[in-house]
């Protein structure tokens, strides 16, 4: 562990790192300086099912999902979804700037505690086409670098060819909640064996929830145990 440190040290004198946020320098080795990371806000109170940032923890679940419960058993989404967390999710994904996924791997779990009743972990797939684009999956790079955090998780398989989404659909931002859901119908076909399996389907954010509901619903009629979803951020409900 002070090998550890000194090496730390030694890399940030050489090449400082600054902190994406305030852009001063970050004193470690990572894009992030302290002041910065209290600033990201946990998801504390939050729906028992989906997640969903609620007043009190006293809410229990949203009326959401008590109305119509989704076919996801729960969700672990440690951060509530807001400008600081939405910018270094967007230098992630969109500006490609995979050196991040190991500091959001260091976030999820700095909030989390993994379960340990998990059978397989999942990551959510991207259409060829847009994986092409990209240049990668964030949602594999998130899950191995879980994994690699976690003694715990470490046998785990990763199943990145067990889901696969079968057809190109609209980018979900630009859908609201009812286009969302519809976008999806029948848009992932599981090919590997999950009968029986407790699944973790990791992803980087959860929105409305409708690309967690249209995997777990293909998990369940494949034969899925229970269908949990891993994510960083939720995005709290339109107006509060």
């Not at 199943?159 to 119908?185: C, H, K």
């Amino acid at each position: 562990m002070r090998v550890n440190k000194i090496a730390n040290s030694l890399l940030e004198a050489v090449f400082p790192q600054y902190c994406l946020l305030c852009r001063l320098r970050s004193c470690s080795p990572l894009p992030l300086c302290a002041d910065c990371f209290t600033q990201l806000q946990g998801n504390e109170h939050a729906c028992q099912r989906c997640a969903l940032p609620l007043a009190t923890a006293a809410d229990g679940l949203c009326s959401q999902c008590i109305a119509q419960p989704p076919a996801f058993d729960s969700v672990i989404a440690p951060l509530v979804y807001e400008p600081h967390i939405a910018l270094l999710i967007s230098r992630w994904k969109f500006q490609r700037e995979r050196r991040l996924t190991r500091l959001l791997a260091l976030l999820w779990h700095a909030w989390v505690v993994p379960p340990t009743d998990r059978d397989l972990l999942l990551p959510v797939p991207l259409h060829w086409r847009r994986l092409l684009w990209r240049g990668f999956n964030q949602a594999a790079l998130l899950g191995l670098a879980i994994r690699a955090r976690e003694p715990q998780l470490a046998s785990l398989p990763l199943g990145t060819d067990t889901l696969q989404r079968r057809r190109a659909t609209p980018a979900q931002a630009s859908l609201n909640a009812q286009q969302r859901s519809s976008n999806l119908e029948t848009a992932f076909r599981v090919r590997g064996d999950v009968r029986g399996l407790r699944v973790a389907v990791i992803d980087d954010v959860m929105t409305t929830g409708a690309t967690a509901d249209a995997i777990a619903r293909a998990l369940k009629a494949a034969g899925a145990a229970d269908v949990q979803l891993w994510c960083l951020a939720r995005t709290p409900a339109p107006g509060s």
